[in-house]
């Protein structure tokens, strides 16, 4: 399984600004490429090499094999869209192969516009086990204000085991995740930071102004940061019990999330949007990398029928939270009822019921 893992760098400020200069140089002469390129309308990179290599060379002063990488970057450009022009930002990010960085334990040796830098990376213990397998090409990258290297590695998997009973895990509007043991997986600091979240953004779009927008941007990336590491704390949860208790995980097919979700507006925003996807796709490689058997299943009335004895009406869901069912009175939080649905979908690999709409 093929994975990124991140270092980040630890630059003197010497070799912070020979990294910036680099960017610079190689994104400028990115867009030269891409000039010729567009002038042309030749956009293989055969073909773009041939017509801008020498002339970018003298130019940037870049080595050759950045040159042939800033070329790569304008032609990969292309291949997904030739409509229009590229162009790249001053500071975004390059790739760099073997060639121009080469990697040791603590340290890297790449390639700047001021000559090699040897420079030490920091990252974390499982990080420095996986980058052993690391192999292609590596992503410089700028970030609020911090210098890092995207890396491929590529990870040997165990074999999945063959599980005795698995976890039906519900992703929700309320709670972000519940499983068929009953845990509901949302933090009280989730909760927290989501609600101020809400509350400034509202404050922020009210004023309107250049700097509110500017906030407004800061915000978001803080969201993400926030939605990414309680991804990363609700998958690593459930891989971990999963190993414990020998079981599989099954999550709903992920389409499913939004279509069924018929809540109210008021109720809607409270994890409507959640990232779900990289949620699933955090349990799916952690698991993955357990030799934990990872299974997704129908969502379909899941949340409508009754984990007690399968009967199967609209009118089950009285409220978003709760499940009462109209044929044998069994009551439960609508999320758990549903987990132990999907759990069941897992453990029968049921094939899709229909439901009469009531
Ligand atoms: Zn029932």
């Not at 390639?111 to 996986?130: H, K, L, Y």
């Not at 009973?165 to 933090?187: F, K, P, R, Y």
Request: hydrophobic share 35%.
């Amino acid at each position: 399984m093929k994975l990124t893992v991140q270092v980040k760098l630890l630059p003197t400020r010497e070799q912070a600004d020979a990294l910036n200069d680099t960017l610079r140089t190689s994104n400028a002469a990115a867009n030269e490429i891409s000039q010729i390129a567009w002038k042309h309308r030749s956009f293989g990179q055969y073909k773009v090499h041939g017509l801008a290599y020498h002339k970018v060379k003298c130019s940037s002063g870049l080595s050759s094999q950045m040159v042939i990488r800033a070329i790569a970057k304008v032609a990969d450009a292309y291949k997904l869209d030739k409509k229009r022009k590229r162009t790249f930002k001053a500071l975004g990010a390059i790739a760099y192969d073997d060639r121009i960085l080469r990697w040791k334990d603590e340290e890297v040796s790449i390639w700047t516009v001021a000559g090699r830098q040897r420079i030490p990376f920091v990252c974390g213990e499982r990080t420095a086990v996986m980058l052993k397998s690391r192999q292609g090409e590596s992503d410089l990258v700028f970030r609020g204000g911090k210098w890092f290297l995207l890396a491929t590695v590529n990870i040997e998997e165990p074999p999945p085991g063959t599980p005795e009973d698995w976890i039906g895990v519900d992703l929700g509007v309320v709670n972000i995740a519940t499983d068929s043991d009953g845990e509901t997986h949302t933090s009280e600091k989730t909760e927290k930071s989501r609600r101020r979240y809400e509350r400034i953004r509202s404050k922020l779009q009210a004023a309107g102004t250049k700097s509110a927008k500017r906030h407004l941007k800061k915000l978001a990336r803080r969201e993400r940061r926030m939605k990414r590491d309680t991804n990363h704390a609700i998958s690593k949860r459930l891989v971990s019990k999963a190993t414990e208790t020998n079981r599989g995980i099954c999550l709903e097919d992920l389409q499913g999330i939004r279509s069924r979700t018929t809540v109210r507006r008021a109720q809607r925003s409270r994890h409507g949007k959640w990232a779900f996807g990289e949620l699933r796709s955090f349990v799916e490689y952690k698991a993955r990398l357990a030799g934990i058997a990872f299974a997704l299943v129908d969502p379909r009335y899941t949340s409508q029928t009754c984990s007690g004895c399968g009967h199967c009406e609209k009118a089950n869901r009285r409220t978003q939270s709760e499940f009462v069912c109209k044929s044998c009175g069994y009551v439960a939080l609508a999320d758990e009822n549903a987990a132990v649905n999907i759990r069941r979908r897992a453990l029968v690999n049921e094939p899709i019921v229909a439901c009469v709409e009531t």
